[in-house]
């Protein structure tokens, strides 16, 4: 399997020659002599209704964690950050975990969708609340054009195409942190999140790197299930969709409340 910007399909088990603990005993000789082992007995593979049918439950957990976080109004605005800093570990857990934990990645969910929640609210009560769905919209929009894309072969997802797309997230990692840091020291740091044009064209350049990070996602989910890897990392393949599908959210709200600012 390709390499992938999103750490949680790093999980997946790999190894030459197929994924770990698939192709081992087979055609191998035993240490005395004796006839070849027979395969060992592994669960059942992962097929593509076990990534949508746990992508949908962790997608409507957050989906309704954040609506009611919404709802409750301006405490809404004080367990953002706390949710968020959660979040963050539980998702660092998973990442580095050497089990899978759906377990983990549920409760990832919830609490990512407190922060979004928390996050809307904010928005919401900045811009109007009509902004809050057009988000949604869009972010739906795009993962669904970017499914197509893969799905038709529009774009091949190459090599070459992901390390750029990996250097991409990298890079636009590293200028938030820096544009963050500057902004302990001047007003607005370096201008990127705030509401004028190099704001706008840096939303736009970090929307359109999480559009294409959804094609090494599904590349990634494509071949695990392809390869014949266990079930159980459907969880992480929902978990890794949903950490892109966040950042989107995000990024597209961000964007309209730059053009909603300067009506």
Excluded: H
């Excluded at 840091?181 to 370096?190: D, E, N, Q, S, W």
């Amino acid at each position: 399997m390709r390499t992938t910007s999103n750490p949680a399909f790093r999980k997946l088990p790999e190894m030459a020659g197929g994924y770990a603990n698939f192709n081992y005993g087979q055609g191998q000789q035993s240490p005395y002599g004796q006839a070849p082992a027979a395969p060992p007995q592994t669960a059942r593979p992962m097929t593509i209704d076990d990534v949508v049918t746990k992508t949908a439950i962790t997608l409507t957990l957050a989906v309704i964690t954040a609506a009611l976080t919404y709802l409750v109004g301006p405490p809404a605005v004080v367990l953002a950050l706390p949710a968020a800093l959660i979040a963050l570990v539980i998702s660092l857990v998973i990442v580095f975990t050497k089990k899978v934990r759906p377990a983990l990645v549920v409760a990832y969910s919830a609490f990512e969708g407190v922060f979004l929640g928390g996050i809307s609210y904010v928005f919401g009560s900045s811009f109007g609340s009509a902004i809050i769905m057009q988000a949604v919209v869009g972010t739906l929009g795009v993962f669904a054009a970017m499914l197509v894309v893969y799905k038709t072969g529009a774009i091949r997802v190459t090599p070459k195409l992901t390390k750029w797309i990996i250097g991409a997230v990298a890079g636009a990692a590293v200028l938030m942190l820096v544009n963050l840091v500057a902004g302990f020291f001047m007003a607005g740091g370096l201008g990127l999140r705030e509401a004028g044009p190099l704001g706008i064209g840096f939303s736009l350049l970090c929307i359109g790197i999480a559009a294409f990070s959804f094609l090494l996602d599904f590349d990634a989910a494509d071949k695990a299930i392809r390869s014949g890897v266990d079930a159980k990392f459907a969880w992480y393949i929902a978990f890794g969709l949903m950490t892109t599908l966040v950042w989107l959210y995000l990024e597209i709200l961000r964007l309209l409340s730059y053009f909603t600012s300067s009506d």
